[in-house]
């Protein structure tokens, strides 16, 4: 009988070390900068997002520190600048897409029960391309003028309109590095996503038929696939700028005929996607995590299936919303207002899925759980906001002003950094072995939500009384010096809510509870292994004959293998 | 007791996967064609927008010769799997060394090409849109045309030491899915440069 089963509940027969090698600190180096073990490469992933998270939010606390009343010189105009644009791109490709994949590949191959991912080196040169693009982009600070004037850091804003990145607008290397980073990042991507689209369906154990796939891989393999017809095109456009800016072609150079406008068409292309790249992973967490907490298995997964794969086409076909005021035809208009509308379908569906889960549930408030009802709130309020601007008559009106700016930061920072907290509380004990303080984690938890609200609700009011995004000052007769010293407010308690996070991570790390193999009661692979798991994962590689193998392996008498 | 035996109906049925390679190149290749569709996409929207000449028409030869020697790389390079599949590596090495024969005339031809568009035509990427758009897609699938070249000369070089075998069908035929696509992209190009763009 031995050899038919996996150990459960005990952690395998062998005993786990908690520091992976032991020796000098040299040799601990080493092991890291060498392994091609998904684990070691997916904690790396999000050890360096979190320190990317820390330096993006500091920026974007030097922003809200200028904004807080009008005239401030606390910043001079070109240093906003370029702060503004790096948080915006640090946030997105240094903080979202690494912690994201972080996860993905921590968790992807261990919950289709597979013992690496498909190709381990793959992961770990896409990995070590990745982390060059983000210190390439810091690099930037001091070259040119030094720390103190940013040197050359980039001040394009995130989306590099043209013709302000050629040569006769954009002098020396601001833009180089930020088209460089980008383009080393790209190709870091899209390799992680052959990666994940090759091990979703090509390593799952035995019994793992595509419809027993966990959700969280489905989705990973969703949004692996936007990033190859998404990530590939913004790749390509920095290939075009670069040729511009070095070989001196001209296809963003309105002056020899080339055009702006299609430069934002690339970018746009790849920027709606991104957004679903980055929130598809958060909708991954809350379908693990929600039944989880609910003790009730997810309602609707073949509809959950379904509406994530549509999401992923039609977001496809929706990047012109951003457009709307550079000048398109009335027919562009409505296709991209109504194109942008039917992706509330798919989400609708997801939304109400996750409320039928929940519905009738003996749910545990637990951090994880908290950070997932919030996220539920937030995105349904995000996803109103969004159906708000996707109608292009009202789009003129609010376009880059700070409507905008507080409606994507609610799906940016409400959906899926809330998210991302919650997988972190949700999987810490699986990747330390330790659980995370549950005290700690309510404060950050309440002062979160309340910092969130505190500055992106009150931030949609200055963008409805015509306050422009990135503008580095304003005038005190405009209406907007109180709303903007409450945004600032908010900002600050935000900031304090994620140092106790940090001190939380650190703290636990040493301290906390151990965490055994299955804290939560949970039923997916991941947990039928030792907290952390050993290099190979499974002792023996494990089997399965339903969507919930480990609840089948607790609940013999119940099996949901039975019913299926 | 923490492990609970496992035993299921299918226990013994064949459990069989996609193979990882075949997956990965076919996720490589939508994400190059992506890129490429980008590329073809301004080469489109450029055309005829050129402040001054020289222009596609006044330019471009049709590379009929160069073209044909790279689409029938395609046939020899299947004679090639098929012939590594049935174990007979002569053969293999034959038809695979032809494929990389017919696509170095082709790199060639596109030598030839881009030197009379310089030294005749005084067209480079900085002349205008055309020589942009131009020298950009093509060199694009040019660049292509040589990874390919380089990991098919890895093959043959390897094939000569006497390393590859039978059993490796499969990455040579993964190899040759690559080099498939990069023919597929070269009609796409050719009709767009030398069909459409003239």
């Known amino acids: 009988m031995a050899d038919q089963s996996y150990p459960v509940g005990q952690g395998v027969e062998v005993t786990v070390e908690r520091s992976p090698a032991r020796g000098t600190w040299l040799e601990v180096v080493h092991d890291w900068i060498t392994t091609v073990d998904h684990k070691k490469l997916g904690i790396m992933y999000i050890a360096y997002a979190l320190v990317f998270l820390l330096v993006a939010g500091f920026e974007a606390m030097l922003i809200r520190i200028q904004l807080i009343k009008p005239h401030n010189d606390f910043l001079s105009p070109y240093t906003f600048n370029r702060m503004f644009t790096m948080h915006g791109t640090t946030m997105v490709f240094l903080v979202g897409m690494p912690i994201l994949f972080g996860f993905g590949n921590y968790l992807v191959p261990l919950m289709i029960g597979a013992r690496d991912m498909a190709f381990p080196r793959l992961n770990a040169f896409s990995f070590w391309i990745s982390s060059f693009a983000g210190l390439l982009l810091y690099y930037s600070f001091i070259g040119g003028v030094g720390l103190s004037g940013t040197g050359s850091a980039p001040d394009i804003a995130w989306f590099a309109y043209a013709p302000l990145t050629e040569k006769a607008f954009s002098p020396g290397h601001t833009t180089d590095y930020w088209a460089i980073a980008i383009l080393a990042n790209g190709i870091g991507s899209i390799g992680t996503a052959i990666n994940i689209i090759a091990t979703v369906f090509c390593m799952r154990c035995k019994g793992m ?356 | 007791m923490a492990t609970v035996p496992l035993q299921h109906d299918q226990h013994d049925a064949e459990w069989t996967l996609p193979s990882r390679g075949t997956v990965a190149m076919a996720a490589l290749i939508t994400a190059e064609s992506s890129i490429f569709t980008i590329f073809v996409v301004a080469y489109l929207y450029y055309l005829g927008r050129d402040v001054h000449g020289p222009t596609p028409k006044d330019a471009l030869e049709v590379p009929w010769f160069y073209s044909i020697c790279l689409i029938s790389s395609s046939f020899f390079i299947v004679l090639a799997e098929r012939a590594i599949e049935h174990g007979k590596i002569a053969a293999f090495r034959l038809w695979w060394a032809i494929t990389i024969l017919l696509g170095i005339i082709f790199l060639y031809g596109t030598g030839v090409e881009w030197h009379s568009l310089i030294v005749d035509h005084h067209l480079t990427i900085a002349t205008n849109l055309f020589g942009t758009t131009y020298y950009s897609l093509v060199g694009l699938h040019a660049s292509h045309v040589v990874v390919g070249l380089v990991m098919m000369l890895f093959v043959l070089v390897f094939s000569l030491m006497g390393a590859v075998h039978p059993h490796h069908a499969y990455r040579v035929k993964t190899l040759a899915l690559y080099w498939h696509f990069v023919d597929a992209v070269w009609i796409v190009v050719f009709t767009v440069v030398y069909v459409v763009g003239r």
Request: net charge negative.
């Open chain 1, 209 to 564: 038929t595509l419809s027993r796939i966990p959700l969280l891989p489905w989705l990973y393999a969703t949004m692996s696939f936007l990033v190859l017809v998404a990530v590939s095109p913004l790749t390509a456009c920095q290939a075009m700028l670069l040729l511009d800016r070095y070989l001196g072609a001209h296809f963003f150079d309105t002056q020899a005929g080339g055009s702006a406008i299609l430069w934002a068409h690339f970018f746009w292309i790849f920027g709606h996607p991104e957004v679903y790249v980055l929130v598809l992973p958060a909708f991954a967490f809350a379908n693990e995590i929600i039944p989880v907490f609910s003790r009730k298995a997810i309602f609707g997964y073949p509809a959950m299936v379904a509406a994530s794969v549509g999401i992923g086409f039609i977001s496809l076909g929706v990047w012109a919303h951003h457009m709307f005021t550079i000048g398109m035809t009335s027919f562009g208009n409505a296709f991209f207002t109504l194109s942008t509308m039917l992706v509330s379908i798919p989400t609708g569906i997801k939304t109400f899925n996750w409320l039928a889960t929940i519905w009738g549930g003996k749910i545990r408030f637990e951090t994880p759980m908290l950070f997932s009802i919030a996220f539920l709130f937030q995105w349904v309020i995000a996803g109103l906001t969004g159906i708000m601007l996707s109608v292009s008559a009202w789009n003129w009106q609010l376009h880059n002003s700070y409507f905008v700016v507080a409606h994507f930061h609610y799906v940016l920072v409400g959906a899926i950094v809330f998210m991302i907290f919650a997988a972190i509380y949700y999987w810490y004990p699986k990747i330390t072995g330790r659980m995370l303080d549950e005290t700690l984690g309510n404060w950050h938890f309440w002062l979160m939500v309340i910092g969130f609200h505190v500055t992106f609700d009150v931030m949609h009011f200055p963008g409805l009384l015509g306050m422009p995004r990135q503008i580095y000052t304003y005038e005190p007769d405009r209406g907007w010096n109180t709303l903007n010293f409450i945004v600032s407010i908010g900002g600050f308690i935000q900031a304090i809510a994620i140092l106790i996070f940090v001190y939380n991570m650190v703290h636990s790390y040493f301290r906390g509870d151990d965490a055994g193999p299955d804290p939560w009661d949970a039923w997916t692979l991941e947990w039928a292994t030792a907290s952390p798991p050993p290099v190979y994962n499974f002792a023996i590689e494990p089997e399965v004959a339903s969507r919930r193998p480990l609840w089948d392996r607790k609940h013999p008498e119940d099996p949901d293998s039975a019913f299926e």
